[in-house]
């Protein structure tokens, strides 16, 4: 979500990478999340990214970007194949290993209900055919790699140790073997039809609760059956509750919702196009909360509007656009001086933590607006919603860092967002404030048109650039029009410029092809599909949903960005407002919105 030129010098890097879990290509991995935290899972079954106790935390499992710690389960036989998927509206993963002479399935979560300052990693083992004999390698390396597991103790076969303020607990290995500087190893021999179980448990505590497998598996699916809606009569319901689960896993109890599980995962090799994304976005947290509002008043809701109007009733004309999920600042970008995952620089904190965007506040109202359209317009969010508008009123003219994070300009798609969020609450507010709302509604846009509206009726892209900008596309989506022939001119201009092969791209960038300089934007994709819809064109709608849908890898994920000619993701994941837009898009498709 920041697009920029940050080259770091290859010869500051100190550390060389672990060799023991080779990257894959991103399409290839699984994630697992609670909330709080998600594990990245490679298909050979090894957990290669893990940060505790929270997302924004130093990861104990670090492999994915070159770093050590990591946690495997995988078949002794080196000759299988791989599979697997989701137990459907959740992110339970069931991993499936087929050998020369068995097949065996590993069953995967982050334990449910979570906390804050505890992890428990669940590991459940069965050959469905044949015998088979598994690899237990377990080495959690805290602070990116830098610190080791000490004083490893075997209790009752419950294996302790600690490092940098956590403590693990392992159960399910009492015959495994520490290894100083590497962890536990060991094998599992199971006959067909047996299970095993491993569970893993990281705090910042001294946790004394038994760790019963059978307990925390039923605990989880009951979470995850409270948690996620039926999806049924939408469009693509499968996918479409993935996309919910995947949101859910994405949100703490905080309210807050982090953009990616991941940090550092490039949008184009050796670019410097590679950030941390384990922060709340609150422009994300509004395109979730109002893609979850059109299919119904569901908890994830009043999260996003929790979490924004907290952050907007706390720092008023200072919101940031990104916080961690406890409401704190996010820090600059700093280096870890790890090899980063092939074609990317390792980082951890975002500079965009510090930028101004002006279509926050719009996303904002209009989540509000959206909040109250099922009775769930809190006191609190009202205020908000108030304090949110006299940001607008004073801010509105200046140039802002908009959607893209780009350098500060006047942005067009800023200003439209504005004028949605402003006209939605216009019909929510009561008397003087809705009136408001609705006269700075139109002084914005009367202005707007006036610097930025071309001759052919459709808008350039900023006031200084007539250019093709996908971004304009959202207000569409939200069914927020300024004129039919705007609204068409401005949608066949950017169909016609910015795309390639099915796939939609941000803009252009000058002297370089689409592809080029980077992937098709997936948010782009499926905002897209919605504003052709809104346009009354069902079967262009649905071809630009389908094949935006398509881009996503194995286990059903989206990354921010789509390598069309390779075919592969591209940066962090799972992208959360990619899963978001793929949500309304199913719902709205379906004709199964709530909102206008």
Not at 173 to 190: K, N, Q, T, Y
Request: proline share 5%.
């Amino acid at each position: 979500m920041k697009d920029g030129d940050d080259q770091r010098a290859t010869d500051q890097r100190a550390a060389a990478p672990d060799t023991s879990c080779p990257p894959w290509a991103l399409r290839e991995y699984a994630v697992l999340a609670d909330g709080e935290r998600g594990a990245v899972l490679d298909p050979r079954g090894r957990i290669v990214w893990l940060c505790a106790p929270r997302w924004h935390d130093d990861a104990v499992f670090s492999a994915l970007i070159g770093g050590a710690g990591h946690f495997t389960v995988e078949p002794a036989d080196p000759w299988h194949v791989w599979g697997g998927s989701y137990e459907e509206g959740t992110l339970i993963r069931v991993s499936r290993w087929v050998t020369a002479g068995c097949v065996i399935e590993c069953r995967e979560a982050l334990a449910m209900p979570s906390r804050t300052d505890r992890l428990v990693l669940l590991r459940r083992m069965r050959v469905e055919r044949g015998e088979a004999r598994l690899n237990l390698d377990l080495d959690p390396r805290p602070g990116f790699g830098t610190a080791r597991m000490h004083e490893p103790r075997r209790e009752h076969g419950v294996w302790t140790a600690e490092a940098a303020g956590l403590r693990m607990r392992l159960a399910g290995a009492p015959d495994a073997v520490w290894r100083d500087g590497s962890g536990l190893c060991g094998d599992f021999r199971l006959r067909e039809g047996e299970t095993h179980d491993l569970v893993l448990e990281l705090s910042t505590g001294r946790e004394t609760d038994p760790l019963d497998a059978d307990a925390l598996w039923r605990a989880t699916e009951r979470e995850w059956r409270r948690t996620v809606p039926d999806c049924s009569r939408l469009v693509a319901p499968r996918d479409a509750r993935h996309a919910y689960a995947v949101l859910r896993g994405l949100t703490s109890v905080s309210g807050g919702m982090v953009a990616a599980a991941t940090t550092s995962l490039p949008e184009r090799a050796n670019s410097g196009r590679n950030y941390d994304y384990r922060y709340a976005w609150l422009r994300d947290q509004c395109y979730a909360g109002l893609a979850v509002a059109a299919h119904g008043p569901h908890p994830l809701v009043d999260d996003a509007v929790r979490f924004v109007a907290e952050r907007i009733l706390a720092d008023g004309d200072e919101v940031r656009p990104a916080y961690t999920v406890d409401g704190r600042p996010v820090g600059h970008e700093r280096s870890l001086r790890l090899p980063g995952y092939p074609g990317g620089n390792d980082h951890v904190g975002n500079d965009a933590g510090a930028q101004f965007q002006l279509d926050t506040f719009g996303e904002a109202l209009q989540l509000f607006a959206a909040a109250a359209a099922h009775d769930r317009l809190t006191e609190e969010a009202e205020r908000a919603a108030v304090v949110a508008v006299d940001v607008v009123e004073r801010q509105w003219l200046k140039p802002e860092a908009g959607l893209w994070e780009l350098e500060d300009r006047w942005w067009t798609h800023s200003r439209l967002s504005v004028v949605c969020g402003l006209r939605r609450m216009a019909e929510v507010l009561p008397g003087k404030a809705g009136r408001r709302c609705a006269e700075l509604a139109d002084t914005v846009l009367r202005e707007t048109g006036r610097r930025c509206l071309l001759p052919d009726g459709r808008w350039r892209r900023a006031e200084d650039d007539d250019g093709p900008e996908a971004a304009l596309l959202v207000p569409m989506a939200r069914g927020c029009t300024f004129g039919d022939h705007h609204d068409a001119a401005t949608r066949a201009y950017i169909e016609s410029r910015l795309t390639e092969d099915g796939y939609l791209f941000r803009f252009e960038h000058p002297g370089k092809s689409l592809g080029e300089a980077e992937g098709a934007f997936l948010l782009c994709g499926f905002t897209m599909a919605l504003a052709t819809h809104r346009v009354g064109d069902r079967v262009g709608a649905f071809r630009w949903f389908e094949r935006t849908r398509a881009a996503c890898g194995p286990p059903g994920l989206f990354a921010e960005e789509y390598d069309v000619r390779q075919r592969q993701l591209r940066g962090n994941l799972p992208q959360a407002f990619v899963h978001a837009m793929m949500l309304e898009c199913a719902v709205r498709l379906a004709g199964e919105s709530k909102l206008p």
